[in-house]
């Protein structure tokens, strides 16, 4: 089992930066990630990031946010710069793990990202 909880969300205002973070407890993970939901949409992947460090970014979010983690991969860290204000929501952190050969996603609650307006 793995727990995640997520925490930096907040109000910013367009064009301002944020940076959330999630911490992972339980067993290890092979690799975690942020996805993000705003109100009356589908959830929808932002970043991810490997334990060997390889990264993966949705296009929209590219060149702008960052993804990061400790060396440990219990903590992962999502920078944002140049927040849009069609980008609030709730994001939510996953973590991946194997085992008996099967995948398993674990679930972070999230965090609220607002955009003052």
């Known amino acids: 089992q793995v727990q995640l909880v997520e925490s930096g969300g907040g109000l910013v205002q367009p064009g301002g930066s944020l940076r959330i973070s999630c911490a992972a407890s339980?067993?290890?993970?092979?690799?975690m990630g942020w996805y993000r939901q705003a109100p009356g949409k589908q959830r929808e992947l932002v970043a991810g990031?490997?334990?060997?460090?390889?990264?993966t970014y949705a296009d929209s979010v590219k060149v702008r946010f960052t993804i990061s983690k400790d060396r440990a991969m219990t903590t992962v860290f999502l920078l944002m710069n140049n927040l849009k204000p069609e980008e609030p929501a709730v994001y939510y952190c996953h973590a991946d793990r194997t085992s008996g050969g099967m995948p398993h996603r674990y679930w972070g609650r999230g965090t609220q990202v607002a955009i003052s307006t």
């Open positions: 990031i490997t334990k060997g460090g390889t990264t």
């Open positions: 339980g067993d290890s993970v092979n690799a």
